[in-house]
């Protein structure tokens, strides 16, 4: 199927997966989780440091800094993302209501995150808004070339957010700093959960694009930031945090989406490119968990006392 027919073979399901998200998503205000009363106005002169943090007694480390900045930056490049999903799905009916919808929910993470960090101070506010001007002014996104490996796409990024998201919160050591990141953990599962289902949907209207589509972007799938100033230093800071590294990559996304909830060694239908590329695409989900648990097992030997 070329991109408009798999468009039009699968609205009833974006149709049943937008009532489905209405019902569930709760509205919430950003406004009654940032903690207003720690902040304090900005001192002419003043230079930030680590010791200006308010954060309940936690010692924020240089790595949860790093992953709560890269955060942050990834929801306020929100325009280029809508430009990318408006362009995959159009503007009319059910598929952009949803486009509409999703931005507007992606973006009152930015604001919850952003207010929080303003009046906790936990980063650097000034290396915060001149990484913004640079991302945003690049407008740098992974952006899948097809429809079909927009579905794909989608739905792993979403669940990596998610998973980014809380696992930062977690090591804030701050507790409204962590129920923050965990609300707006929530609001990326549902969209994971849209994504991941309207994926399962497009699989079966279409196995052989979609396998193709998947076998790619599992191959070349890489978190959004690459228009972050130094992203790489932060990817890896976040990484060895346990924040978002390799082993989560493949237990905690590819592994219970691409094997279970799409079970793609089992997806029939399959003809020539779409049969290849589902045994490359299990090839590669072998060699990833190899690396996954070699990865796990570096880390615990790391953390053995000398």
Sequence with gaps: MNEQEILQAITPDVERLLERHLETSKE??????????????????????????D????DLTPEVRSALLVNLLTEDNLPYYFRSVERMFGKDGAWGTWARRWTAEEGRHSMAIYGYLMVTRAIDPVELERSRMVQVSKGETPDPETTHEGFIYLALQ???TRISHRNTGAQIGDS????VMKRVGSDENLHQLFYRDLAAAAIAADPN?????MEKQVRHF????????EFERHAKAIAKAGIYDLQIHHDQILAPVVLRQ????????????GAAAQEKLMKRMATSARVAKRYAEKRAAEMQPA
């Design 222 to 229: 890489s978190m959004p930031g690459t228009g972050i100033p």
């Design 55 to 58: 954060l309940a007694g936690a």
């Design 28 to 53: 919430w205000f950003p406004h009654e989780y940032v903690p207003y009363s720690r902040g304090r106005d900005h001192m002419e002169g003043h230079v930030w440091s680590p010791e200006d943090a």
């Design 158 to 160: 979403e669940l990596a």
């Design 176 to 179: 409204v700093g962590y129920e």
């Design 209 to 213: 694009t979609m396998m193709i589509a």
């Design 262 to 273: 799409w079970d793609a060694a089992n997806i029939g239908g399959l003809s020539g490119e």
